[in-house]
Structure formats: structure tokens, C-alpha cells
């Protein structure tokens, strides 16, 4: 694959299905806690119950668009990168048996059970098959963590004679990324969640008054978004220094720093120029530094300079980032607002609350999952030309495939993720319209 055009299109394909797929499968491991949560209140307070069987077809739908969304990227990494395997099949080989074994013994022992046997099995036996469901997908998706953050830091094994042979499996699987960046992608998937909960109930307090089940999903979900926020920003911070360490470059894309200096100006926005390398129409903010700049030598942040033609697609890094940062102090602002309207005015009566903020939380409801989306494309933006930093670029294991067939193929990809992401909102807007339809055991009366 030595056009460049095709290895682009190649990158996009694999690289947005990956990120499209981990999102969707975080979400899942967010709510299925969540539900667990649910259940276990609802011990105490049947106002959660509603609120569980509201909630519990959407952890089944983004599941489904989880696994679903999986199995193409398995099928890329063969199709797309052919010459991958046998350079890392050492390390991948174990890990993606672990991913199988995991989701095969959990869908096949529990998830059914949690699905669709609430009214053929005891509570304690339900509540049992939610939370070991959870504990299921979140091993899953640390299995596929520890994968993907290996490939940005390869700890614990060595490249030798064209492969990679695991040395240590404690230190690739806890000593490297892989533990920041599970906590940073379950927070994500948590605040994705808590957004879904907030504008979801600020679109219903627009036509009707809350029940008490759907106002205590509201006073969680803004509490919950607030937590995961600060939980993915120290996620963030904690990787940095590893990142400083492996991949000093993405660092330096982000902040837009081209040549290594001593000085380095905080920018707010700018128009990176690769071919020129410098930033047109920058926007510095009055505050020196970016302290968490890789260091060459003392008081010298290293730049792009330093990345000796292999360097990501800076400017994407570098505006996907302020989009990121735009996105989330909107979000921020919004959610401060309503945690002051709630203490002001009271949680039982959202509807006492300003129309305007409420169609600001509504208009919000997917904005964590869209910032999920964004951190996981931008971090896999960020290491770009390699594949397994510093060792294996996604040219040299890309197969030659014609540039027409990848733009098909990347439509086909856009156009049927697009009407999974549309689905899923669509359902979500159908049942808060129309609320859930409740269950009953056999011999119970309906209620």
C-alpha cells in the first residue's frame, strides 16, 4: 500500500471503526453498572425499577452495536494490514482468545439470563446475572485495552528478528498505558451515560412533568457526569507522563509546537501548516507553557521537529483537540447551571426551570458520547504512522488495495454505522415519549 491516498483511506476505515466500536462497547460496560446500581436501589426504593427496565433496552442495544461493530474490525485488521499478524501475533494471539473466551462465557451464561429471564428467575438470581454481566464487559473491554495501549507503548516484550515476543505479561498488561487509559475510557463511558440520563430527562420536562423515578435518574445523571468528568481528566493527567515518555510527538501535535525550544506558547486555536510547518492565525492565550511537553533536555520541550518525517496528521490532532476542549466546557457550563437551577429551585420540579437550559441539556443528550468518539479517534490520530509505536508504520503491513474499493467500502462503513448511531437515538426519543411497557411474573397482577 504506497499510495498515499489508499493507506489514508485504509487508516480512516480501520481506525474510526475501532474507536466507533470501543465507545459502544464502553457505554455498555457504563450502563450495565448502571443497571446494577438500579437493581440494587431498588431494594430500597421501587421508584428505581421503572428507571431499570427504561435503561436496560439501551444497554442491549449499544451491546448489540458493540459486537456488531467489532466483528468488521477483526475482519480489517486481516484484510486491511495482512502483513500484522505475524509481527505481533505473540502479543495480539493471547489476548484477542482472552477477548473471545470472555464475551462467549458472559453472553452465553449471564446476558441472556439479565435479558430476558427477569420473570423466570428469583431477584437475588437476576441481580446476581446483572452484575456478573458487568464484571464480563468490563474484563472484555480491559482485554482490548490492554491490546490497543500496547501498541502505543509495547511494555513488557521485545522486538527481535521481525516479531514481538512478550517477556513479562504483569508488566504489558499493568505497567504500561493500559490501566490509565481503562480508566479513561470507562469514565468516558460513564459521562457518555450521565449525558444520555440528563438530556433525556431535561426532553421529557418539556412536555410533562417528571415521575419520581425519571427525577431521580436526572439528579444522577448530573451528579454522575460531574464525577466522571473529574475522573477523566486525572485519567488524562496520569498518562501524560507516559505519553512524554513513548510518544513525545503526539504531545507536541496537540499543542502545535513545531520547533523544540525552551518556550512554548498556550494556543488557544491556530491553523497548523505541515507544509510549511508553522501555525497561521494563532491564538494564544496569555498564560506561558504547556508543562506537560516532553522534555529533550532540561527547560527544552521537544517538537515536531524531532519526529524525523514521521509525523501524525497534525493539523486533525490539533483541531480535533479544540473541538474536544470547545465541546466539553459547553457541556461543563451546562451541567454547572443546571446543578445551580437544581439547588435553587428544587429537583422535584424540573419543569420550573428555564426553558432555555433545558433545551440546552437536551440538545446535549449525545454530547458524551460524541466526546467519547472524539478522545478515542484522537488518541489513535496521535501515533499515527505506526501501528506498534516505534517499530511497525501501518505502511509496511498495509495491503495493496485499490483506491475505489476503499472509498466504497468506507461509505458502506459510514452509512451503516450512521444508521446504527441513528437507531439507537431514535429508540432512546421513542421510549422517553412513550415510556416502558411493564412486566409482571405469572400469576401477578399488572401493574
Known sequence: MTDFTALALAQVQFLGGLGFHQAFLALAVALAWLLCGMKWRARQAAAWMPAYRFWVRFFALAWVLAFASGLPVLFQAGSLWPGLGERVGNVAGPLLAAIVLTVFLF??????VMLFGQMRV?????????????????????????????THAPVGSTWFNGQYYVDDWRTLLFDGLAP?????????????????????????SLRRELSESETRVCRLGIWMALASLLAWGAALLAQVPLLAAWQPVQLAALAGLWESGSESAFLLFAWPDPAAQVNLAEWRLGVAGWPWLAQQDEGTWVGLDQASGML????????????????????????????????????????????????????????????????????????LPYFVHGTITFAEVGNNLPVAGLV?????????????VWGFARMLFQAARHGVVPVRRAGETLR
Request: hydrophobic share 65%.
Open 180 to 204: 490509565w487509559m481503562m480508566l479513561r475510557v470507562l469514565a468516558g463511558g460513564f459521562f457518555a451515560v450521565a449525558c444520555l440520563m440528563t438530556g433525556i430527562s431535561a426532553w421529557q
Open 312 to 383: 501524525p496528521p497534525v493539523s486533525a490532532v490539533f483541531l480535533v483537540a479544540r473541538v474536544l476542549g470547545l465541546l466539553t466546557l459547553v457541556v461543563v457550563l451546562a451541567l454547572m447551571l443546571a446543578l445551580w437551577m437544581a439547588q435553587r429551585r428544587g429537583w422535584q420540579r424540573m419543569s420550573a426551570w428555564p426553558v432555555g437550559l433545558r433545551r440546552v441539556l437536551a440538545w446535549l443528550t449525545l454530547a458524551g458520547l460524541l466526546m467519547l468518539l472524539l478522545s478515542l479517534w484522537l488518541g489513535e490520530m496521535g501515533r
Open 122 to 150: 428469583s431477584a437475588r438470581v437476576h441481580a446476581l446475572s446483572v452484575f456478573m454481566t458487568a464484571m464480563g464487559l468490563t474484563l472484555t473491554l480491559f482485554w482490548e485495552l490492554a491490546l490497543l495501549a500496547w
Open 408 to 420: 466504497a467500502s468506507l461509505a458502506a462503513y459510514v452509512l451503516v454505522l450512521g444508521l446504527g
Open 107 to 112: 453472553k452465553t451464561c449471564f446476558l441472556g
